[in-house]
């Protein structure tokens, strides 16, 4: 009997505890997933008995130390800020009046006068009417995200444009904090301190994310999100 009742509450918390640990696990694993990895670059190898070993950033007289290779460092400076508004306003009215009177009408007039002594000394019609519509409404959002980033070249286009890829990893009393930043750019936007602004990606994905105890109390429990999803109304 007992078994009985307490099946149901116990399938319940398992299949709870279980999608609470699947969606955890999925969070984390979107950090990387869709994330482009590092192409791998054949080296060169040198001729039998050449002292040369390939150009690189340390053996090139005639050009500076930005990144323009595979795994070359790179610092990413994020900025970004954003503000979206939106406003409509209606407002729309419409008044209308309408007076006839008729003085003389082949005599009929007179008789349906006589015939109805309230309606006074001429048959009148009228009427009026009147609306009116007020509607207003108004959205917005912003954001700002400021942060230093080092990161790495992690493939070199056709066309000579970098793919560059962040990511920072901050733990502070079990609580850990996500940066990872990825997209293109072109070598003539690095500066000459190979600093590169984040608003100069092309196809920029930014994360800033985090999990641990903060992250775990600043959202619902998994019985109000069951709740949520499963509530019709």
Request: contains cysteine.
């Amino acid at each position: 009997m007992w078994s009985s009742i307490f099946r149901v509450p116990l399938c319940g918390l398992a299949i709870a505890a279980l999608i609470g640990c699947v969606s955890e696990h999925a969070i984390k694993k979107d950090y990387y997933a869709s994330l482009p990895k590092a192409v791998p670059v054949p080296k060169a190898k040198p001729a039998p008995g050449s002292l040369w070993v390939g150009e690189n950033n340390h053996n090139n007289l005639f050009a500076d130390y930005k990144a323009r290779y595979v795994n070359d460092s790179i610092t990413i400076i994020i900025e970004e800020s954003s503000t979206g508004l939106n406003k409509a306003a209606t407002n729309t009215s419409r008044q209308t009046s309408t007076d006839a009177r008729i003085s003389a009408l082949f005599g009929i007039d007179t008789s349906l006068i006589k015939a109805n002594p309230n309606m006074g000394a001429q048959i009148a019609a009228g009427g009026s009417s009147s609306n009116s519509m007020k509607g207003a409404g108004d959205t917005s959002r912003g954001n700002t995200l400021v942060a230093r980033i080092s990161g790495r070249v992690i493939q070199v286009m056709d066309n000579g444009n970098l793919v560059v890829e962040g990511r920072k990893q901050v733990t502070i009393n079990a609580e850990d904090q996500y940066i990872i930043i990825t997209g293109i750019v072109r070598p003539q936007d690095v500066s000459a301190t190979n600093h590169v602004y984040s608003q100069h990606l092309a196809d920029a994905r930014i994360v800033y994310t985090g999990s641990g105890v903060i992250d775990d109390k600043s959202r619902p429990g998994w019985g109000t999100r069951i709740l949520d999803w499963v509530w019709p109304f």
